[in-house]
């Protein structure tokens, strides 16, 4: 079976313009990518918050309740509950001052059962390295 | 002969790469290349019938319909964000298919090469 690894690399800030929340729904459509492509075919996302793009990652959002549109906590948690992997970069949370009781960390409420992982840039480059496609939000 | 994935979600007024990734498909076509084009986000204005020309404004339709007429060339609209915009399967060129997001992944599959070119 091949499996070709896709990186989403998501920089930009949320809601500012829609780059990030695209990012999150093109992931997401990797898990039917399978009807366009051969038997044995398939894709294996994976999904890291870099520099502002951090931001995305913070709890407790409201946009459904403001703005009436999907909030990125909403995006991050149906990644979370499809057992996509989301990597968030620990030195650009640093810098925000922001810790993991500060960002989403799992879906349990919606039986999510992998959670978001906070790793070292180095770890980062390396799925960027190691990635079929990288595509840059 | 090589397989070309460009991804675009830049708009087609107010940025200019849209413009380029345009010029980069029909440069790859005019070399013998196949390309993919997928249209994301802002960049569904592409698919939009009877733009106008006017010299302030891009114009790439016309080169859309000559790429398309190659048999080299795909062009797709993400579906969602076509249908956001008011744009739908009559609203949209002949030529140009409307899928959803996975389209763009899968051909990014056996794509030879993919240049994703990021919204505003």
């Known amino acids: 079976m091949a499996v070709k690894k896709y990186a989403f690399i998501i920089e930009k800030l949320p809601y500012k313009s829609e780059t990030s929340r695209l990012a999150l729904t093109h992931a997401i459509a990797s898990q039917t990518v399978e009807i ?10 994976v999904i890291a918050f870099v520099g ?54 799992d879906a349990e409420e919606i039986g999510g059962e992998v959670t978001t992982e906070i790793v070292p840039f180095s770890e980062i480059m390396n799925v960027i390295e190691t990635a079929d496609q990288v595509l840059f939000f | 002969m090589g397989k070309l994935t460009i991804g675009t979600f830049s708009s087609l007024v107010g940025s200019l790469s ?45 080169t859309i319909e000559e790429l398309l007429k190659t048999g080299k060339f795909q062009i797709t609209l993400c579906e969602a964000c076509g249908k956001a915009r008011g744009i739908h399967k009559e609203d949209i060129i002949e030529g140009m298919n409307i899928y959803s997001m996975d389209w763009y992944l899968a051909s990014m599959y056996n794509a030879d090469r993919v240049i994703h070119i990021g919204g505003e």
Request: charged letters at 30%.
């Open chain 1, 52 to 105: 502002d793009g951090v931001l995305n990652c913070l709890k407790d959002q409201k946009a459904l309740d403001m703005y009436g549109v999907t909030s990125q906590e909403m995006h991050i948690k149906n990644a979370l509950l499809l057992d996509l992997k989301v990597l968030v970069c620990k030195e650009d949370l640093e810098k925000y001052g922001l810790t993991e009781d500060d960002i989403i960390m």
């Open chain 2, 18 to 62: 849209l413009d380029f990734a345009v010029k980069l498909a029909e440069a790859a076509v005019k070399k013998g290349h196949e390309v993919d084009f997928w249209l994301s986000g802002n960049a569904t204005m592409l698919g939009k019938k009877n733009q106008s020309k006017f010299r302030d404004y891009s114009y790439l339709l016309g």
């Open chain 1, 36 to 45: 366009h492509l051969e038997e044995g075919e398939s894709v294996e996302p």
